[in-house]
């Protein structure tokens, strides 16, 4: 059950993560091409199709983490690793906050998807370094 739940939380990290990337890396730059109308007309179906994936790997990401952090840190004394591991976790919740923000179709957030690039670079920037503290506690670990 372990590996699985690993696996499980690697992967939803993968694919969210690869996600973002394609869309800030490949898909914004490539949208030039297009004119307005068939520019916002994909960029509308990719997003629609993206939140959903997103939004199960932000699920899956926080189910995992749970387990994980009651299977391989519950008991650990507070130290290094509850403090990185702690920022982990803030800098996760900032991520999904940001995400959904971008993808939750509310009036409310229409500032924030009016920025959507700024927004997803800080998205991805974040991702790379949650990536980064998780590596570290994996090899301390």
């Given at each position: ?7 499980i ?8 993560l ?12 490539s949208?030039g091409?297009?004119?307005p109308?068939?520019?916002e ?5 990719v997003?629609t199709r ?5 939004w ?5 990401l926080?189910?995992?983490?749970l387990y ?11 130290g ?12 996760a919740f900032?991520l ?15 500032r924030v ?7 997803l ?18 090899s301390?670990g």
């Amino acid at each position: 059950m372990t590996t699985l739940m690993q696996w499980i939380h690697l992967m939803a990290g993968i694919i969210g993560l690869g996600g973002m990337g394609f869309i800030l890396l490949i898909l914004m730059p490539s949208l030039g091409v297009l004119g307005p109308e068939q520019r916002e007309a994909l960029f509308k179906a990719v997003s629609t199709r993206f939140r959903w994936v997103s939004w199960s790997a932000m699920g899956l990401l926080l189910i995992t983490g749970l387990y994980n952090v009651r299977q391989y840190y519950w008991e650990m004394a507070w130290g290094r690793t509850w403090l990185l591991l702690t920022l982990k976790i803030g800098l996760a919740f900032t991520l999904f906050g940001i995400i959904l923000a971008l993808t939750l179709p509310l009036g409310i957030f229409a500032r924030v998807r009016s920025r959507r690039r700024s927004w997803l670079i800080a998205a991805f920037a974040l991702g790379m370094v949650i990536v980064l503290i998780s590596a570290y506690l994996r090899s301390r670990g």
